[in-house]
């Protein structure tokens, strides 16, 4: 049985992060959305429906006509009791929660036909409602749902601690039962691994500086840096490949970011690419200790989203210079450039050149030259595809 990856109206909630990825692609714990399924259901191959505009970026997969699919909406999270509903699913029927389709289970012709017409139809579907399923809604969801995301992943993964593994505990580590420690890593002098609330997870090629403090749930991806006397808080998650330093605490990163240098970023989620100043502190708490809003990013209306604590959601390749001031409940969009000596406004669109003399058009070609140069140092390669993308979120801001 193949398994394929549908979006609901919903999924434009967590636009700008998926202006250049697909739902199963955003990272929640250790691992994306599709990481996690593909794990739990134990499949060999997946395929998913995409927007035309990523396809090259992102591989759709294949479905075959000659097995049924197993689909999945996109928004949701593995669990026991859900994988048990799939489990118990037959052919023509649909999971439905709140009057939302979240999973089905469809014969090889017609999910075949759905496919290439890159779209799904439950219509004659048998429903089965579902009470509860781990889901996400908003974008805060991610962070909201990160900390438990985390120790539900490494049980997924099987990750073995730090306490199974070796017969002496380094001084530094405490509660080693909660402490996970991959292979090939670098940890240098002075560094403090505190798992007695949550878990500590360093993943294979990772590198911890000297100094640096993590208090779990930590997550430092492969090939992963913090750097030297970084301060990592619960709920974060360093994606692989990302530079991470100063203050970080529940912060999402997806890879191949940076906040390499001194400054704060608190209950924020970053994307791919971003590089963040020296010295760029991320607001995450009004001054009046009211909840915080948030601004659409299609409808551009204000979203309450009933949490204190919110800082800042940047996409793919967007940039701050050093000093920068990120609002409570910034959103900022695709390869935009802040540099301004104030706080930002509250919503930043894609491809804005943002200086004090105000918002500006960012030139395609001039942030394809850095995008280039920016992706060059890590070894990996700007296709036409991915130009092609970047051209569509432009013409489309």
Known sequence: MGICFFNDDQVKRFQPLTLTRPMD????????????????????????????????????????GNEEVLWLNSRMLPSQSFLGALKALQEGQKL???GVTVAAK?????????????????????????????????????????????????????LKSISEEKEEIPESVY??????????IHIEPGCIFIAEKGPVVICDGATIEAGSIL???????????????????????????????????????????????????????????????????TSNLKNDYKNIDVTDWITKDLIQTGRQFLGTVMADHSKTAINTMLNTGTICGVSSNVFIDELSP????????????????YRFEKAIEVMQAMMKR?????????KRMMKHIFTSR
Not at 26 to 47: A, D, Q
Not at 49 to 62: A, I, Q, S, T, W
Not at 378 to 386: I, M, P
Request: proline share 3%; with cysteine.
């Open 96 to 98: 439905v929660f709140k």
């Open 378 to 386: 890590r070894d990996v390669e700007l296709t036409d595809d991915y």
């Open 25 to 64: 692609d955003l990272r929640v714990g250790i691992l994306t959305i599709r990481e996690k399924w593909i794990k739990s259901l134990e499949s060999s191959h997946y395929s998913r429906l995409l927007p035309d505009y990523l396809n090259g970026v992102f591989e759709r997969g294949k479905v075959e």
């Open 106 to 158: 469809v014969d090889a012709k017609s999910s075949a036909k759905m496919f290439s017409e890159n779209s799904f139809n439950d219509a004659g579907l048998d429903t089965i409602e579902v009470k509860e399923v781990i889901h996400l809604e908003h974008l805060w969801d991610l962070l909201s749902l990160n900390s438990y995301e985390i120790e539900k992943d490494i049980q997924l993964l099987g």
């Open 215 to 281: 208090r779990g749930p930590v997550v430092v991806g492969e090939g992963a840096t913090v750097k030297m006397a970084a301060r990592i808080y619960d709920g974060t998650t360093i994606g692989p490949v990302c530079k991470v330093g100063g203050e970080v605490a529940g912060c999402i990163f997806h890879s191949y970011s940076n906040k390499a240098h001194d400054g704060f970023a608190g209950n924020s989620i970053f994307g791919q690419w971003v590089n963040l100043g020296a010295n760029t502190i």
């Open 346 to 361: 509250k919503v930043i669109d894609s491809f804005t050149w943002l200086g004090p003399r105000g918002p500006a058009i």
């Open 175 to 184: 509660h080693p039962k909660n402490t996970f420690i991959g292979k090939d």
